[in-house]
């Protein structure tokens, strides 16, 4: 935190995440890193969300997106949208709340070839 600084401290920071698994002719697995507030504040809440498809013609298995709270922020609550058919269940590890480090998808079953789905964290800015 600054107090009095003249002139006042500011930052526009951009991060775009993107991560094929496979060969880019043949990806398998895609994840698409979003945020839902392009500025924050301390003390505000930013959710992540991290959209994950099968974009290969055969099931996929022993999926897991891992991520983690980034630097300056402190972790607040895990969810996930429906899970496609294919999976069967899921399990999240994650920091205690007011926290930070990492968080993990585990997903149990297989990700049929065109599914798709969401998984989200929201941090706090510190």
């Known amino acids: 935190?600054?107090?009095?600084?003249?002139?006042?401290?500011?930052?526009t920071l951009t991060r775009t995440d993107l991560t094929t698994v496979g060969s880019p002719t043949t990806a398998g697995l895609t994840l698409?890193?979003?945020?839902?507030?392009?500025?924050?504040?301390?003390s505000e809440?930013?959710?992540?969300t991290l959209?994950?498809?099968?974009?290969s013609s055969e099931p996929l298995a022993n999926i897991i997106i891992s991520?983690?709270?980034?630097?300056f922020t402190t972790f607040v609550a895990v969810s996930n949208g429906p899970l496609p058919q294919s999976l069967t269940s899921l399990t999240v590890t994650a920091p205690a709340t007011g926290a930070s480090g990492p968080v993990q998808w585990t997903?149990?079953?297989a990700l049929a070839p065109g599914s798709s789905g969401t998984v989200?964290?929201?941090v706090r800015l510190q």
């Open 1 to 11: 935190a600054f107090a009095n600084a003249s002139p006042a401290f500011a930052a």
């Open 32 to 42: 698409v890193k979003t945020v839902n507030k392009p500025t924050a504040a301390p």
């Open 45 to 48: 809440i930013i959710t992540y």
């Open 51 to 55: 959209a994950y498809a099968n974009q």
């Open 67 to 71: 991520d983690a709270t980034p630097a």
């Open 107 to 109: 997903f149990i079953g």
């Open 120 to 122: 989200s964290f929201q």
